[in-house]
């Protein structure tokens, strides 16, 4: 084996042998640097957004337990050999570590609290609140940080300044990017539910900058005036019918020909009604009263005569010249008294805030564009078709026209032509400039393709230009060769055994010679 490499060796000329050099030298070097790539471990992130703080606790517990790691740039994460990432992280969170927060959570109360005064116990409790409700803030996306503060009243049977005795709250948060108004919004009732009689307008959420996110998702109620309810619930409103009449119209006239704008007017008063009605005609008894007097009246007249006794009452007396006379009068009044009340209606009627006043609407068309051959020209719309689409918004928005009115009081619909779509006009920028990228790649690839292909020729190329003569040599026996010198078989050359040889077999001491220049070369 190593007879047969020696030949081959020694048949390659200079530039092949230097060639072969390199070649196993990129060779060996990239299996080195496979071996210590494949020796290295495989680092996964065990924590990341942690703050300076909290990595210091990680790493100090990680050089304890002797754990090689890595920390990440910035130096909020940390990265531990894959096999112990879950092993880890149970460990650690046995430990409390991290916390995710910036302050401590109910762990506070994990320790006994035997002997500790109730304002220490409440202000604990605050403290433990305000730390898991951070933990929690913390894990929305976009949120690398937050702290939150609680403010809550004293307790007191009296109150001395009215409104003042409710809790309030404020939220910091370190984002990584803008926070959304719906993430803003989760925080401040996430906040207000987590804390007894918190109103949600009660929170404040201020960002790194400066900056207070909640404020124009503070509510006042929409009968409070122009305030930030009033503007959203006009802002919901407008976009409904816009997109209600311009879905219709993209369907009629198609996309990008027309534009609509709605203005409502909404009534942002609440009135409450009271009306009493009293009714004349509609009478109703409230109350009867019934009297009755009688009154009786005696009179008696007529002569008298006899004596008084006994004598004068029997019957035999009756024809006696005495007379008398009995008169009776007997009257009676009835008296009847009649109440009646007037009927009388109360009507009470609220009307809520947020009812519609008026609607009105812009509607701009584009103009009809007719093409003839390769030339396009623009067409413009009759009166009767605008007023169709006039008619076709109206009905839409569920507009009633009263007596007098008309539709053009409420929607303007003008037709003009539309300026060139920015987008469109950046798509096909954006559309050539793909092309002519695909086509340098394209370029690319078959550059590096014949490059490659004109390396192997040439490399071809060269080792035919040097590739060795094939040439027949005679080897002599060493006895044969010298009984035909006759002479004496020693290592040493002398001018007599070159003659002989070359006389015997100039073909060998020609390619003897020539290997013989060719390393003299080399050397040089």
Known sequence: MLTQFKEIWSSLGANQR?????????????????????????????????????????????????????????????????????????????EGIP????????????????????FVQRTNFLRAVQGELARTISQFDGVESARVMVVMPENRLLSSREGRDRPTASVFVNASGSLSSSAVNSIRHLVANAIQRLDVNDVVVVDS???????????????????????????????????????????????????????????????????????????????????????????????????AGVTANTPANATAPNVSNLKEREDSKKTRTESYEINERVVSSVQNPGSIKRLTASLLVARRMEVSGNESRPVERTPQELEELRDIVVNALGIQLAPGQSSADFVTVKEMTFAADPFMIKEEVLEQDANIQR?????????????????????????????????????????????????????????????????????NIGVSLREWIDQEVAKK
Do not use: C
Request: negative net charge; aromatic residues 6%; proline residues 4%.
């Open 18 to 94: 230097i060639s072969l050099i390199l070649a196993g030298g990129l060779v060996v070097l990239a299996m080195i640097g496979m071996m210590i790539w494949a020796a290295q471990p495989d680092m996964q992130l065990l924590y990341g957004k942690l703050s300076p703080e909290e990595a210091g606790k990680i790493i100090a517990k990680l050089e304890q337990k002797s754990i090689p790691f890595e920390t990440g740039s910035g130096g909020n994460s940390i990265y531990v050999e894959s096999s112990q990432v879950h092993r880890l992280r149970m460990e650690l969170a046995t």
């Open 99 to 118: 916390a995710g927060g910036s302050g401590p959570g109910f762990e506070l109360f994990d320790e006994g609290s035997f002997g500790i005064s109730d």
């Open 209 to 307: 900058m400066g900056t207070v996110l909640s404020e124009s998702l503070r509510s006042d109620g929409i009968g409070s005036g122009i305030s930030n309810d009033v503007i959203r619930y006009r802002k919901s409103l407008e976009s409904y019918f816009t997109g209600k009449v311009q879905t219709m119209l993209d369907r009629v006239l198609g996309p990008n020909q027309s534009e609509v704008r709605v203005a409502v007017d909404v009534e942002t008063a609440s009135v409450q009604t009271t009306e009493k009605i009293f009714d004349p005609e509609s009478q109703v008894a409230r109350s009867f009263t019934t009297g009755e007097d009688k009154q009786i009246e005696r009179e008696t007249s007529g002569e008298q005569g006899g004596a």
């Open 439 to 507: 086509w340098i790649e394209i370029g690319r690839s078959g550059v590096g393709a014949i490059l490659g292909i004109g390396v192997i020729l040439f490399f071809l190329q060269m080792l035919k230009r040097h590739k060795p003569e094939k040439i027949s040599i005679e080897v002599m026996q060493p006895e044969q060769m010298l009984q035909s010198r006759k002479m004496e078989d020693t290592s040493v050359v002398t001018p007599e055994m070159l003659n002989e040889l070359i006389r015997q077999k100039p073909a």
